[in-house]
């Protein structure tokens, strides 16, 4: 399959890239990451071995969008919740044990 990874086009293959990762001790995973046989791999960590680029030239998203076309397992770091943003008159309502009410 051909890919585009940092503007460079690359032809991948799932057999290619479970070849070049084989050996390879995956890293400890912070964020989003490929799962290559039965380990998890951080993504840039993937895209470094399997393009030989340094991993400031791509994003995750690159090769998170590349691996799954692949049809390997991709997992994306969790967004975090947005912050509950309450009003003055919610606060007070809550610290006297009042209902919550939406405003």
Avoid at 7 to 31: A, H, I, N, Q
Avoid at 67 to 79: K, N, S, Y
């Amino acid at each position: 399959m051909r890919c585009v990874i940092a503007r460079f086009p690359f032809d991948l293959t799932r057999s290619g890239v479970l070849e070049s990762m084989k050996g390879v001790k995956p890293e400890p995973v912070s964020g989003e990451s490929v799962i290559i046989g039965r380990r998890h791999y951080p993504a840039k960590q993937v895209g470094q071995v399997i393009t030989r680029q340094d991993r400031r030239d791509f994003s995750a998203g690159e090769v998170l969008r590349a691996m799954a076309q692949l049809g390997f397992t991709c997992r994306t770091f969790p967004e975090a919740a947005p912050a509950r943003c309450d009003s003055p008159l919610q606060r007070a309502s809550a610290m006297l044990g009042a209902p919550h009410v939406s405003v």
